[in-house]
């Protein structure tokens, strides 16, 4: 087993953090720490608790802190077999001692500092929870860290046989292991860098496992590359670091299925516009618009029949258009990390992946 270790390579992605389905490892522990920093915790540290659920009996939540002002977090909702993975940077208010988790799919969590290892959870603006159920999250000292699943997203570099992820959210640098979709990430990059050695922002679905190191002894945290999604020529993770909206976005048609899709000289350019306050959508590969409807639920999302112009479309702009209204079909669900949009089907297959363009 190989990875490689020592050049530089930013992930871009983002979670959305993306649910896995069943638990998921976690690492062995890591030295705690054992001074209180200014902030009031004991770093590092996990910190875990059942905390209230509003439809299932509790949401299981293992949180890791270190002192470079990096968490992990992994949420398990009891009894619903559903398990969330996510990562990013926290920092502490002062005036309040509340404890805040940026880089998440959803607004930032927070937790005021009630000990050096005690922290009670904050509702979503920052106020206290006044209730007798159990809002809090303890340590016993230890660090614990998990291996998150989710999406990801940053810059990566590939030299001499040897890469690295800095991911985007967290700031870190983890070596790639050379193993399940990988040599898709490979390929991908090595034909859109700009020059060997050069940074190029990628986007796909892994994890942060430990790997033994392929220098020395131990083991180190490294990516692995579950599912390839895409390269972002151009993307940079300041850009990247918040997700785009879905709807009232331009969202630029990248790739159909398997097919990519490029801006034909003379054409408009492919995208898609979701129109919240009518729930109405509009779409274009270059040719005829489609006008339609859609529903959201969560995450599932469901494309009505589109009306269209009725122009003749010259190749390849005649196949692309059918494949597009075949893609909106099937697409049940839908996912954002970064500035990319997956859609898919019910199996989980990509039927469409868009960027957002033109954003403030």
């Known amino acids: 087993m190989g990875y490689l270790p020592h050049v530089s390579l930013l992930i871009g ?31 590092p540290a996990t910190f875990q608790g059942d905390l209230p659920c509003a439809d299932c ?22 009894d619903r077999d559903l398990v969330r993975d996510e990562i990013g940077r926290w920092h502490v208010d002062p005036e309040r001692r509340a404890l805040i988790l940026h880089g998440g799919a959803e607004a930032p969590l927070q937790f005021e500092v009630k000990g050096p290892d005690r922290l009670r959870q904050l509702d979503i603006e920052g106020g206290p929870i006044v209730s007798d159920l159990p809002y809090e999250l303890v340590s ?4 614990t860290p998990i291996e998150p699943s989710l999406h990801l997203r940053g810059m990566m570099i590939y030299f001499a046989d040897a890469a690295r992820l800095t991911e985007c959210l967290t700031g870190r640098s983890f070596p790639i292991a050379m193993e399940a979709d990988f040599v ?8 859109q860098r700009e020059a060997p050695g050069a940074e190029l922002m990628v986007s796909l679905e892994g994890a942060l496992r430990m790997r033994p190191k392929m220098e020395g002894d131990g083991e180190e945290r490294a990516v692995i590359v579950e599912r390839f999604i895409n390269v972002w020529p151009g993307e940079r993770c300041e850009r990247s670091m918040t ?12 790739r159909l299925a398997d097919t990519a899709v490029e801006t034909i000289q003379g054409r408009r350019e492919p995208h898609m516009l979701l129109r919240a306050a009518e729930d109405r959508f509009v779409a274009t590969v270059g040719c005829n618009q489609m006008i339609g409807g859609f529903t959201l639920d969560g995450e599932t999302i469901e494309f009505g029949q589109a009306a269209m112009t009725m122009m003749a479309c010259p190749p390849p702009l005649d196949t692309l258009e ?11 669900t839908w996912r954002i990390n970064g500035n990319a949009l997956e859609l898919r089907d019910t199996d989980g297959n990509e ?6 363009v033109y954003l403030r």
């Open 184 to 191: 898709a990430l490979q390929r991908a990059y090595l034909e």
């Open 140 to 143: 016993d000292g230890t660090l």
């Open 13 to 43: 992605l983002a979670l959305l953090s993306s649910p896995v389905m069943g638990a998921a490892p976690t690492a062995a522990a890591e030295p705690a720490g054992t001074t209180v920093g200014a902030h009031g915790l004991r770093l």
């Open 322 to 332: 059918r494949t597009l209204t075949e893609a909106l079909e099937r697409t049940a």
């Open 351 to 356: 039927t469409a992946l868009f960027q957002a």
């Open 243 to 254: 997700d785009a909206s879905l709807t009232n976005t331009y969202w630029r048609l990248v």
């Open 57 to 78: 009996p509790a949401i299981r939540h293992h949180l890791d802190l270190w002192p470079d002002q990096v968490w992990f977090l992994r949420r398990e909702w009891v």
